[in-house]
């Protein structure tokens, strides 16, 4: 069956990958390492994100606040307990919590337990609202969450962020992150679940009618979504060895919607490319902050903050010009790339039905 | 006694000052087909609206009763909710699922009858499996039956108006439903098509056992089917009746029939 | 208990302090409301570049002063024009080409016209905050009876409604106004009806520009640290009010700024432990208001045809 067949070629497909990885972790040099370890946490967050705007069809915006929650999750509990002294140094953290340490993979879980657990919180209110209400909600929130983590000092050392978390710099360990959140945010999404949320990006009222619960359903995409933004935020803050309010400010969000417009709204896989070239994209962008000279002469329009100009240029063009993105709903299927493969050209003259 | 599948009690929708439905009291017994008529704009959708739960009624109630001896007040209930207590309903201007396959269109609409949580549906746990795979023989067994089967990977929104329409009724026909609703299921259809049509309409009552209750403009199929008619003019009843009834009662020719002349 | 005691201790002169303080915030919160309100009114879209023309006004305002020595009073007739034909460009370049496209394409294209907006003022003008010139008088204090108050605080609000009548009156009683209403109620219609819609919709984005103008040269005056980000905050809390309001009500996006402002200054002053929150005020007024009133407080009802 082919079913079976996708199957062994995924999990083929992953193992390669996963040596590559290692690969990567024992010979590439760490900023290239940082690079690509960017790449595969803005693509579980981007993942979390075409959930809700792509998949369920709810447009929200609130994934920094989701981030901010995880990081702050790895942050609060994966300091090593003796240097936290120095890390609240102004204000001492909370007697509860001096003393807690876990181990990064378990404070991941948690922050993306927490994560969804607020998401289920806002949620019942927010979700009632349609479009650009939700938006605004979902931002709004996300600046909360940001205000209570600035303002909880003791917990969260407030403004001054948190330091001294153990540097994560490790591809293999931030691979299997992606790859586990990538095989179930697929396997939800092709299941009866996912059609559900499909059936209600494409028409709320027919879908309730079909016994949909609107209710339901818009609140566990949330969940799930927040649940993987709260995994992707805390691998953020172990990559970043430091976590502060300022991280996650809103604008943050709008990486990830470039990452899901890009891609594809309502592709998995569409997601994974639009992360690559974004995170890439940025990165390789950088060039432009720095003065550039051309034939001795210093071109005057290189600097700072000229990068994201052209990223927020990026993201306007993509959306007028190019509003499928590069897969549009699709996916990339391993039926595709094998008739690809058998036959190079055939791919483009192909259209519509399969019949069998 | 045959049992009474829907009954609406004084069931009134008032929108600002406008009184689209006023004081209606329509009984559905089982296994009937009732239509219920009327000129553009005399509330009929507005009336499916408050029984299906996209609306909630200003005044009255809905009753329904899924089995003998088993009635349940759905007035102004989710219309997921009722969609779950075995009552399905087409839409008046389709509304499938556009971007969505056929198949997967109709296999939506099996899924408020899983069982199986998110969490066992994500990984694919034996319970879980068993249902997807019974979901699926359902949907292929009914996409057979009615000739959609050849069509299943199309997108909905490809096929003809005609197919679109009965897709939407096959749709319905998924969530296997006790009581169906059909919105002007003729609309668009010429002569022939209507035909056939009507001709499908009983098919599916009696094989699936259903109610329909349906509002139609095309006057050949609702005068052939029907067993009763609920005439509605400005959101009042007008008239009730057995089909010859209604083709001589006078104010209905005066409201309805005397305008309408495409019957 | 707790918000009694608190009044108590707190005298009258800065009781009267704190209500000069909110009006003002209001009063501007209210001008830049009515921007959102009237674009949301006609396209049904959230403006999210809105904030970010209040703060491009800003630094027109400050750079017509400072680096072209242009008189203040000219400045400011000069940054209301520039702004309004930016508000048109913004429009014509970002969201005519996906007038048919769905809600959701033009929600991303909003904000990334923001996104833009501040990106292009920080690579411009830099992210370091720039003071805006003082104008004379009204940069400066004045002492009445103990309260001490800049003077641009007595004038904003006098400016607001005056803004305030003015459009009233061109909505009213004016042809375009009649036209703005009636897209407003129903674009296709109006369509048929020989309203020319492209022009409509300029003349609304124009006016919803130039009234933040007026409010951003105000708040320049008021809050002199200019920065690229600045528009950020107030803008959402300036949709908020429009939705607190009543989306799409001028009158409604008035009031509902009014409460913002002073909701916001007044929940600081009486309960100053939470003044961190102070932002957060916004965001729980709009969750209260979905809660209770989804048409804010003098919007009509809307219901969506089945």
Known sequence: MNNKRNIMLTIAALVILFGVACFVQAEVNSYVRRIINLCLVYAIIGLSMNVTNGFAGQFSLGQAGFMAIGAYMVGIFTVPVELRADVFYAVPMNPHLVNVYMPLWMALILGGVLAAFVAGIIGTPVLRLRGDYLAIATLGFS????IVITNATSITNGALGIKNIPPLNDVRYIFMAAAISYVLITLLLNSSYGRAFKAIREDEIAAEAMGISLFYHKNLAFMVSAFFAGIGGGLYGALLGTVDPKNFLFTLTYNFL?????????????SMFGAIIVTAGLEYLRLFDEPMELMGIAIPLFRPGLRMVVFSILLMVCVLFWRRGIMGTNELTWEKIISFVKHPLSGFRKKGVQGK | MIRTVLRTEHVTMQFGGVIAVNDLNIVVKEHEIIALIGPNGAGKTTAFNDITGVYTPTKGRVIYSPAEGKEIDITGRKPSEIAQLGIARTFQNIRLFKDLSVYENVLIAKHLHLESNFLAATFRLPGYKKEEEAMRADVERLLKEVNLWDVRNEKASSLPYGKQRYLEIVRALATEPKLLLLDEPAAGMNPKETAELTEFIRQIRDRFNLTIFMIEHHMDLVMEISNRIYVLDFGTTIATGDPA?????????????GEDEDA | MELFQAITNMTAVSFAQHMVN???LGSLYALIAIGYTMVYGILLMINFAHADIVMMACYFALFGITTFHIPWYLTFILTIAATALLGVIIERSAYRPLRDAPKNSVLISAIGASFLLENLANYLFSGRPLHFPDIPFLSSMIDLNGIQVQAICLFIPVVTLACLFLLLHIVNHTKTGMAMRAVSKDYEIARVMGVNIDNIISITFAIGSALAAIGAIMWGIRYPGITPYLGVMPGLKCFIAAV????????????GGFILGLGEILIVAFFPQFSGYRDAFAFIMLLLILFYKPTGLLGEKMTEKV
């Open chain 1, 143 to 146: 600046e909360i969450i940001r």
């Open chain 2, 245 to 257: 009834a209604i083709q001589n009662n006078e104010r209905v020719i005066k409201a309805y029939l």
């Open chain 3, 244 to 255: 607190v309001g009543g989306i799409g009500n001028i009158k409604g996006a008035v009031i």
């Open chain 1, 258 to 270: 470039l990452i899901i417009v890009l891609g594809g709204m309502g592709s998995v896989t569409g």
């Open chain 3, 22 to 24: 909110g009006i003002s």
